[in-house]
């Protein structure tokens, strides 16, 4: 296991958002006294517990009481020796968050002070734990598909519905792929843009629909697309919302392979 992955494994597990095979893995490292894994999680718990202090809010009896629960069933290797704690402790983040990914962290845990009860404070924090492990999860997907040799990368150029609208489809045929897109106008009410993959003769098989923001970017991630190995040709076309099964609006993109 990478110092990247445990990392974000000890993020989820302080945030209370690590369950399943992924828990048991960690608490399993922690078992061992595996150094990595248990510095992770001290780094990570003790930025978290500097943030809770500068809360002006004292927490509840029960909440307290629940917390020295939590310590006292975590696993001795996680806890390490009992010491003091700092005044001030220095903030290390798991490198696998962005700053962006931090920044958010950090919004979240000093929103507390002003929730109005504990109990929406973890609720909101148990949501962008899932926020974020998505985040991780579509990045992880992007990173696979380019380092793959078999990998098609495939540029649309916009046709006359819109000249200047640019795209790039990155397609494997078992991972699926990953559509961005530029330049493209706002769809009328009721209507969407329908990505769709080209193979031989064969008829146009949808990829999904998906919207543009205010400046006509939008982006689109494609799950593996049965029976459709290499593509030869991707297009984009202005169908009703929810798309339909064959294209039947104007076309607004269209790359060959």
């Known amino acids: 296991m990478t110092r990247e992955e445990i990392g974000e ?14 828990r048991a893995r960690f608490e ?45 069933a975590a696993p001795p290797a996680a806890r390490g020796p009992a ?3 700092p005044r001030r402790r220095r903030a290390i983040w798991p490198a696998v968050l962005s700053g962006a990914m931090a920044a958010g962290l950090a919004a979240i845990v000093v929103g507390w002070s002003v929730s109005s009860t504990y109990e929406k404070r973890l609720d909101a924090l148990a949501r962008d734990a899932e926020q974020l492990k998505a985040e991780l999860r579509g990045q992880r997907m992007v990173i696979a598909i380019l380092r793959d040799p078999a990998t098609q990368v495939v540029a649309l150029a916009g046709q006359a519905a819109a000249p200047t609208a640019r795209a790039r489809m990155m397609w494997h045929e078992k991972a699926g792929g990953v559509f961005v897109a530029t330049g493209l106008p706002a769809a ?44 030869d040709a991707f297009a984009v076309t202005l169908e009703p919302a929810g798309g339909l099964p064959a294209p039947s609006g104007e076309m607004y993109l269209l790359g060959k392979s």
Do not use: C, H
């Open 188 to 231: 009328p009410a009721g209507k969407a843009y329908q990505l769709w993959a080209i193979a031989g003769r064969n008829a146009p098989v949808s990829a999904g629909v998906f919207s543009v923001d205010a400046s006509g970017a939008g982006s689109l991630a494609v799950r593996p697309l049965p029976g459709v190995t290499t593509v």
């Open 28 to 72: 399993a490292l922690l078992q061992t006294g595996d150094p990595e894994a248990v510095a992770a999680l001290r780094d990570f718990e003790g930025t978290l517990a500097d943030l809770a202090a500068a809360a002006p809010e004292t927490p509840p009896p029960a909440v307290k009481a629940a917390l020295m629960e939590r310590i006292a």
């Open 83 to 85: 010491r003091p704690l």
């Open 9 to 22: 494994l000890a993020a989820a597990y302080a945030l209370g958002g690590l369950e399943g095979a992924d």
